[in-house]
């Protein structure tokens, strides 16, 4: 917690997040032209924001590219604003969700660039202090999976080829195809959001859950892409939620007092 504060405190790494989440999956190239400081300073900057795991990286050919991970961002609310005012946060939550949706801000009176087009790969990261086979399962049996993702679980055989489905109740809320399954490393599936007209006229995304043993923790990777370009934020925004609920589920054994777990207590 302590490095995400010390990150977030300095308004030029603020500034570089804003940059990723207006366009996700920048080069160093690219957030050195958008920022009046040289190479060697955004580099520090960066460096900073990944160890705070603010910012991931990829590899993308010789080319490595930042994304924006909010996990430790959700893991903060969940920590400091949840449990005194979810109401108040839950309202302000959705306040942002409306201007999010806005197609383009008004540049010729407030002065601001216009929003970008949606990215078309988000990558989101959390290390949980448990083991491969324990983060495996949590992902992959229905009842566990039901108590941080939304109330949704997911029901397969879990092989190759094999069908998904996301359902809460007799609510059918995603469905796709296991494309790799590789326990408990890799998991490959594409990806039909249902949960409403919105996000069903995006059509089929791909996510890709990555399992790696990092001492007595795991680092755990999830991709979501082939996303529409300018896609639904509906489709991905979900993710932090859904990662610092597994995390806080594998540690304590408890669930987080957010949307996700309260949906899953009244479908209890």
């Keep these: 917690m ?5 990150a977030l405190a300095d308004p030029t790494r603020r500034s ?3 940059e990723l989440f207006e366009q996700d999956g920048q080069t160093l190239s690219a957030l050195e032209q958008r920022l009046p400081m040289s190479r060697f300073g955004v580099m520090k900057h960066l460096k900073v924001l990944e160890q705070a795991g603010l910012v991931t990286t990829k590899r993308a050919g010789r080319e490595k590219l930042h994304f924006l991970n909010a996990v430790p961002i959700r893991l903060v609310h969940d920590r400091w604003v949840s449990k005194y005012s979810e109401p108040w946060a839950a309202a302000l939550s959705g306040l942002k969700q409306q201007i999010e949706e806005e197609p383009m ?4 009176n407030s002065g601001k660039r216009p929003w970008t087009a949606g990215p078309t790969e988000k990558v989101f990261e959390v290390y949980i202090r448990t083991t491969p086979e324990r983060l ?3 992902i992959t ?3 566990l999976r039901r108590k941080y993702n939304f109330g949704a679980s997911a029901s397969s055989d879990w092989t190759p080829g094999s069908r998904y489905e996301l359902t809460s109740g007799s609510m059918m809320l995603a469905e796709g195809e296991n494309l790799e399954v590789d326990p408990p490393r890799r998991l490959v599936q594409s990806f039909n959001a249902l949960w409403s007209e919105d996000v069903k006229k995006e059509g089929t995304s791909r996510v890709t859950w990555e399992i ?3 001492d007595d923790s795991c680092r755990l990777t999830v991709t979501h892409d082939q996303l529409r370009e300018d896609a639904h934020g509906e489709l991905y925004g979900g993710w932090p939620m859904i990662l610092s609920g597994l995390k806080t589920l594998l540690e304590t054994g408890e669930t ?3 949307p996700g777990s309260l949906r ?4 209890q």
């Design 2 to 6: 302590d490095e995400v504060f010390k």
């Design 136 to 138: 495996w399962e949590a």
């Design 16 to 18: 570089l997040l804003d």
């Design 264 to 267: 899953y207590s009244q479908a």
């Design 212 to 214: 790696e043993q990092v």
């Design 141 to 143: 049996d229905e009842e």
């Design 256 to 258: 987080l007092t957010t």
């Design 105 to 108: 801000m008004d540049t010729q």
